[in-house]
């Protein structure tokens, strides 16, 4: 599964989860976590010999990473948890399968065959793309990413995850790195939203660093 599917995916169940033990989260950071699994695919810049789906979509892997956050932030980690663990056992798990409990096993777990780049996959990924968008265009919490706060510049790496595929349009190579014709306009529309919250997150950054500044010279 492409970007499109892992930010549905990690939305809907990080907002569920947060609804089940009544805790709130923070939207860029949920977005980051349901696409870090992926950061396998930047390693493999440097290491060629890593595998894409392999130790980094291990649910072992996963729930190691995240128990120091469980330990200092306990419940409100859960969304996050959730998202991580959405990317793996949910988008990944149905379009190609992942290596489930490395390190304990190698070998490569999945439920059915279906290709990332097929048209069900892709039709999928669209439908919850637009499932999303109606419900954060509800609650509100799309428009409150175009709002200032620090927080908003975590999501260069969600920028990356949506960006790397567009680029590599009609190229042949490693799985999910070349972008399905139907998935470009979700994809622009998610670069458009993040570079636009990025950017106003580096005003507060600018403005917060010019006021520090003016304090100590007083």
Known sequence: ?????HFALGYLTGKGSSKLIKTKFNLPLLLVASVIPDVDLLLQLQFPYLMHRG?????????VLMIPFF???RKKAVPYYAALLS???IGDFFTGGIMLFWPLSRDFFSCGNLDVTSLPSV?????????TLVLM????ELQSLLKPSKNNRVLFVAFVAVLGPLLRIGRNGVQESSLPILLI????????IFACSMLVGLS???????????????
């Open 185 to 192: 306009v979700p994809s622009l529309f998610w670069l458009c």
């Open 87 to 89: 990317h793996s056992l």
């Open 204 to 218: 507060v950054w600018r403005k917060a660093k010019n006021d520090g500044t003016v304090k100590r010279a007083a």
């Open 55 to 63: 130790p980094t979509h291990s649910i072992l892997t996963l729930t």
């Open 123 to 131: 039709i999928a990924e669209i439908v919850l793309f637009a499932l």
């Open 71 to 73: 330990i200092i932030y």
């Open 1 to 5: 599964m492409f970007a499109i599917g």
């Open 137 to 140: 265009f509800k609650t509100k």
